[in-house]
């Protein structure tokens, strides 16, 4: 692809830019496939990952899972050889296994730390191989509401998020002086397969505690992610896309 964007700057002044070589987690669906869509609206060249099954049209995609270390080396290296050195990383993979802490087998806790918190992890750990190298890069985590809100049974899964929090803010102090930055978005409820899996009462029950009175749209999600990636001062910052959900944590 050899089109840029048009970026507006804070004077005003329109510049283009050169199309950033995008890779979103779990960009098969949900949140990630959202987040996909507006890069490449933006003009950036977007690779996504997925497990099973096809990738979604549109998209340069790469089987890997997160919690095989092998797989995600094969799938960079696709990346690599298709639209470059990744720029901007969306660790967005997640999953869940709810249950009340005192029935909650090990299993299920190791299962999501595994995905969500080691996967993030081993996905930058392989990303910052190419920022370090072009001194540049856009690492985004993608964390939810509860890992600093809380929610009963959702002991591992806040944990896991509120886990990346730590994870960005370390990198941030790392490698902020080689033009990496990385940030944290905490959506609260949106709109996908993980929440429609909720019981309706359960469902009320959450929009009645959000001042937006309504669950969230991805593209809510897939907005911040662009802002984050554009933004070259923020850094280990956690950005709520939440409807008022959290505020204040
Ligand atoms: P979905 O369940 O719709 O999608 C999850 C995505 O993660 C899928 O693409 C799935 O791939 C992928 N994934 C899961 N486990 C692995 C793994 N081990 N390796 C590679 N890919 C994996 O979830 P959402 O779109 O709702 O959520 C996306 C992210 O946003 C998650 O991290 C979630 O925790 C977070 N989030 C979501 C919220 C919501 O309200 N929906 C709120 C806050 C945070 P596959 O299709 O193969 O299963």
């Keep these: 692809m050899t089109s840029t964007s048009d970026r507006t700057d804070t004077t005003g002044a329109t510049a283009a830019?050169?199309?950033?070589?995008?890779?979103?987690?779990?960009?098969?669906?949900?949140?990630?496939?959202?987040?996909?869509?507006a890069f490449a609206a933006a003009g950036d060249r977007v690779a996504v990952t997925y497990r099973s099954g096809e990738p979604p049209a549109g998209f340069f995609g790469v089987r890997a899972d997160v919690t095989d270390p092998a797989s995600l080396d094969a799938a960079f290296a696709a990346v690599e050889?298709?639209?470059?050195?990744?720029?901007?990383?969306?660790?967005?993979?997640?999953?869940?296994?709810?249950?009340?802490?005192?029935?909650?087998?090990?299993?299920?806790?190791?299962?999501?730390l595994d995905a969500n918190l080691a996967g993030a992890w081993r996905v930058a750990r392989r990303a910052v191989r190419g920022m370090v190298r072009a001194k540049r890069g856009r690492i985004i985590f993608m964390s939810s509401v509860v890992g600093m809100y809380g929610s009963p049974g959702q002991t591992n899964y806040a944990a896991s998020k509120s886990g990346m929090v730590g994870l960005a803010r370390s990198i941030a102090r790392e490698l902020g002086s080689r033009g990496i930055t990385a940030?944290?978005?905490?959506?609260?409820?949106?709109?996908?397969?993980?929440?429609?899996?909720?019981?309706?009462?359960?469902?009320?029950?959450?929009?009645?505690?959000?001042?937006?009175?309504r669950f969230g749209d991805a593209a809510d999600v897939a907005q911040a992610a662009l802002f984050l990636a554009d933004a070259g001062y923020v850094n280990g910052a956690v950005l709520p896309v939440d409807g008022g959900l959290g505020m204040g944590h």
């Design 17 to 37: 830019r050169a199309p950033r070589s995008v890779l979103v987690t779990g960009g098969n669906r949900g949140i990630g496939l959202s987040v996909a869509r």
């Design 81 to 112: 050889a298709e639209q470059g050195a990744v720029e901007v990383l969306v660790a967005n993979a997640g999953t869940n296994r709810d249950q009340l802490l005192m029935r909650m087998s090990d299993e299920e806790f190791d299962t999501v």
């Design 183 to 213: 940030n944290v978005i905490a959506p609260g409820f949106i709109d996908t397969d993980m929440t429609r899996e909720l019981p309706e009462a359960t469902q009320a029950q959450y929009k009645g505690q959000i001042p937006a009175g």
